[in-house]
């Protein structure tokens, strides 16, 4: 099981659109609609933020959307806010009941 | 609402072993599987492995295997990670995280608080 590969650092201004790509293989992100994607601020708890590629848990902003072609995933935050300042993980069910995460993100909003 | 809630903090030195306990409330316990996931000062997020805690059976990520234990006991609501041998690269916050759904045991939706495992001499 190898982490899913993400880009070190993204950044983007205030109210600009930026995305964070997630890429896997045909074993784990190729295989199946089952990519999630966890903001973390610095020292607190990972919060999901996009399950199962697209879908948002109650309370999340539409400002965020997921997205998936083949091999690789990608998070879209649209309007970006000095909030949205965080790192980023996306994850993969990998099968027989296995995840794999990505190595993370780090978002700057400049 | 869900709630989890870790046991805390420990320091434990090489070749020790650690037993984390993570206690559910705000739901039925045995309807929804337990993720155990840890992250390394200043590194990622890494899945450790998943519990089904009606039953207790057990996935285990490869890197973990042999060397972890999740075990779940339904009269109170808790469930349990053990890893043995520690070694320094242990160190690190260890978090029980409850499945989003009831069908596919594939992202971890409510974390609980993270608990500082140190290993040193």
């Known amino acids: 099981q190898s982490a899913l590969t993400q880009p070190a650092s993204v950044s983007g201004s205030p109210g600009q659109s930026i995305t964070i790509s997630c890429t896997g293989t045909?074993?784990?992100?190729?295989?199946?609609?089952?990519v999630s994607w966890y903001q973390q601020h610095p020292g607190k708890v990972p919060k999901l933020m996009i399950y199962e590629v697209t879908k948002r848990p109650s309370g999340v902003s539409n400002r965020f959307s997921g997205s998936k072609s083949g091999n690789t995933a990608s998070l879209t935050i649209s309007g970006l806010q000095a909030e949205d300042e965080a790192d980023y993980y996306c994850s993969s069910y990998a099968g027989s009941g296995t995840l794999v995460f990505g190595g993370g993100t780090n978002l700057t909003v400049l | 609402q869900v709630q989890l809630v870790q046991s805390g903090a420990e320091v434990k030195k090489p070749g020790a072993s650690v037993k984390v306990s993570c206690k559910a409330s705000?739901?039925?316990?045995?309807?929804?599987?337990m993720h155990w996931v840890r992250q390394a000062p200043g590194q990622g997020l890494e899945w450790m492995g998943i519990i089904n805690p009606r039953g207790g059976s057990t996935t285990y990520a490869q890197n973990f295997q042999g060397r972890v234990t999740m075990t779940g006991d339904t009269s109170t609501s808790t469930v349990y990670m053990e890893l043995s041998s520690l070694k320094s690269e242990d160190t690190a916050v260890y978090y029980c995280?409850?499945?989003?759904?009831?069908?596919?045991?594939?992202?971890?939706?409510?974390w609980g608080q993270g608990t500082l495992v140190t290993v040193s001499s």
């Open positions: 995280a409850r499945n989003g759904n009831i069908a596919v045991a594939a992202y971890p939706e409510f």
């Open positions: 045909r074993s784990d992100v190729g295989s199946y609609n089952l």
């Open positions: 705000g739901y039925t316990f045995t309807t929804y599987y």
